[in-house]
């Protein structure tokens, strides 16, 4: 029983290294080290930095013109900021994406304030509309961007593959939920039924307008972090 034991952790340690070694080297043919600033342990150990990896990876083994960007900390009216999670500017306008990497069954509905996170043991939780959420970073894209035209604007609001969309009502054209595994489809399918509205340049443009917001300093993220924890012990409220 022993020397079987054995074995079998033998086994299990080969695997898990085949499996690292693989992600290890598809981390190094991504741009996202340079976009995040996030070295592969970091991503790979980090729930929030893999979901997001993920999405990046998923776009850019997309076809086309694009530049990604990610962890886009905007400056808002009030003097606070937005955190974008991702941002792919293309031909055909802004994909702004919101990566949700929940678990259980989702349920929710656009015109709603709250959504609800249910649990098989019956534990249900509520969260900010994702939908409302990244309304407010495309408004504050827009704005440091100068641009008015709502139709360049795609809001993607991406949920982990290891929850369920139970019952999600979306009635905007350019709002899309799904999970992770449809984003790619999705995203392909958009852009055969979108007109291009802007040239490579623009893209370019753009980007430049927005790469200095990537990489901010540890002083912006916490008083970003401390705006989300008032605004969430308002919403408890």
């Not at 898990?16 to 342990?41: E, P």
């Not at 955190?83 to 949700?100: A, N, Q, R, Y």
């Not at 100068?146 to 009502?169: A, G, H, P, R, W």
């Not at 992770?180 to 055969?192: A, E, G, I, P, S």
Request: one cysteine or more.
């Amino acid at each position: 029983m022993v020397e079987l034991m054995g074995m079998l952790f033998g086994i299990y340690i080969i695997v898990f290294g085949m499996l690292i070694l693989k992600s290890y080297l598809d981390f190094n043919n991504s741009d996202y080290q340079l976009a995040s600033n996030h070295t592969f342990w970091q991503t790979f150990f980090n729930k929030g930095n893999m979901g997001e990896y993920n999405i990046y990876r998923t776009l850019e083994k997309i076809k086309g013109t694009k530049l990604i960007l990610t962890n886009l900390y905007i400056p808002k009216e009030d003097g606070s900021t937005t955190e974008i999670d991702l941002v792919m500017i293309t031909k055909f306008g802004f994909f702004v994406v919101e990566s949700k990497n929940y678990s259980g069954w989702i349920f929710g509905d656009e015109k709603y304030r709250n959504w609800t996170q249910t649990f098989p043991n019956k534990k249900k939780f509520k969260f900010f509309n994702p939908i409302w959420q990244n309304k407010g970073h495309v408004k504050a894209l827009k704005e440091v961007l100068n641009i008015t035209d709502e139709t360049l604007m795609q809001s993607y609001i991406v949920f982990s593959n290891n929850c369920e969309l139970k019952k999600i009502t979306v009635t905007s054209p350019n709002v899309s939920v799904i999970k992770r595994n449809q984003m790619r489809n999705r995203v392909k399918r958009d852009l055969r039924n979108l007109a291009p509205k802007i040239t490579s340049e623009d893209i370019k443009f753009y980007f430049q307008i927005l790469k200095p917001f990537m990489h901010v300093d540890d002083k912006i993220k916490q008083l970003h972090i401390e705006s989300i924890q008032e605004k969430l012990g308002q919403f408890k409220n």
